[in-house]
T-cell receptor, first 115, second 113 residues
Framework: GAGVSQSPRYKVAKRGQDVALRCDPISGHVSLFWYQQALGQGPEFLTYFQNEAQLDKSGLPSDRFFAERPEGSVSTLKIQRTQQEDSAVYLC?????????????FGPGTRLTVT | GQNIDQPTEMTATEGAIVQINCTYQTSGFNGLFWYQQHAGEAPTFLSYNVLDGLEEKGRFSSFLSRSKGYSYLLLKELQMKDSASYLCAVRDRNEAAGNKLTFGGGTRVLVKP
């Protein structure tokens, strides 16, 4: 079956530009997570949605980062006025419901390079 | 918060066994996951432990000791395709946060012929 998809796979932005990264979770999955992964590091939590509700945005590094999931399926992570330190892979993950034993399924990520 | 430590890199020979250790300090624990990540690809689920003991799944096994804040992933009969990063992740107890995962830095395993 279809897994988590993300687009674009690669994005090059000039410093100061705005970018939008898209995530299509597995159909029917309630939970959706965004993570940021720097080169050679593990993923770091950014934000969490349960259906359309953003229940945790404690990992967003600054107010330049904004995420939405208006209809409880597709999600968009927007970064305004990109900076070089935003260069990373942005991973989206979804899981069926919150709770015990529900693994998160990851998408392939969007590699963002800010020049 | 969570603090998770695992070695940065390990090298092993094809056909051998490798054990990747993970230690964690947590303010709330609701299970430990191991993921495999090949370069440029998505992390893929390997194992999940929430109770103490060993979980075996084919060539891969994972062990958990909650009292010691310790887990390991055991890879047996190593194959070249096992060369990848292995991520240890602890799940938060806070359901309002969706039981989010906190990851270690990953252990890059290189399998040599």
């Amino acid at each position: 079956g279809a897994g988590v998809s993300q687009s674009p796979r690669y994005k090059v932005a000039k410093r100061g530009q705005d970018v939008a990264l898209r995530c299509d979770p597995i159909s029917g999955h309630v939970s959706l997570f965004w993570y940021q992964q720097a080169l050679g590091q593990g993923p770091e939590f950014l934000t969490y949605f349960q259906n359309e509700a953003q229940l945790d945005k404690s990992g967003l590094p600054s107010d330049r980062f904004f995420a939405e999931r208006p209809e409880g399926s597709v999600s968009t992570l927007k970064i305004q006025r990109t900076q070089q330190e935003d260069s990373a892979v942005y991973l989206c993950a979804s899981s069926l419901v919150p709770g015990q034993g529900n693994e998160q399924y990851f998408g392939p990520g969007t590699r963002l390079t800010v020049t | 918060g969570q603090n998770i430590d695992q070695p940065t890199e390990m090298t092993a020979t094809e056909g051998a066994i490798v054990q990747i250790n993970c230690t964690y300090q947590t303010s709330g624990f609701n299970g430990l996951f191991w993921y495999q990540q090949h370069a440029g690809e998505a992390p893929t689920f390997l194992s999940y432990n929430v109770l103490d003991g060993l979980e075996e799944k084919g060539r891969f096994s994972s062990f958990l000791s909650r009292s010691k804040g310790y887990s390991y992933l055991l890879l047996k009969e190593l194959q070249m395709k096992d060369s990848a990063s292995y991520l240890c992740a602890v799940r938060d107890r806070n359901e309002a946060a969706g039981n989010k995962l906190t990851f270690g830095g990953g252990t890059r395993v290189l399998v040599k012929p």
